[in-house]
């Protein structure tokens, strides 16, 4: 994308596809500055770097971004699907564990019982 440095006395919209049928002005490093106009009067300026794209390029940029934040999404709550079934299965381990350990507790009470 070739970036070109522009003004405003107003502040530009990041993207904007009002301006021309054909292109999409999009917008960055937006600056708030202050100039003197002819008569002498300070005013507010913003200086920024502009860059046109073709509608349609600009568009389908838009729906490819779109799908890919869908799939983060998507794979966002697979991972914590995944992460909470790790949960279940370390407190499940967990609780076996202490099972166990009472269980041969038990059992070893049992035979000292027998060797009696």
């Known amino acids: 994308m070739k970036w070109q440095h522009s003004g405003s006395a107003i502040y ?5 596809t009002t301006l021309s049928e054909k292109y999409v002005y999009i917008r960055k490093n ?5 100039r003197t106009d002819t008569s002498g009067e300070t005013i507010t300026y913003y200086e920024y770097d502009e860059a046109l794209v073709p509608k349609e390029i600009y568009y389908e940029i838009e729906a490819a971004t779109t799908e890919l934040s869908e799939q983060t999404a ?4 697979d991972i914590a699907d ?6 279940e ?7 076996n564990t202490s099972e166990l350990a ?15």
């Open 89 to 95: 299965t370390s407190e499940a381990t967990d609780s």
């Open 12 to 16: 530009p919209a990041r993207v904007d």
């Open 74 to 77: 998507s794979n966002s709550d």
């Open 30 to 34: 937006i600056v708030e500055t202050e």
């Open 82 to 87: 995944t992460r909470d079934g790790l949960i």
């Open 102 to 116: 009472e269980l041969r507790v038990a059992v070893m009470e049992l035979a000292e019982e027998i060797e009696v």
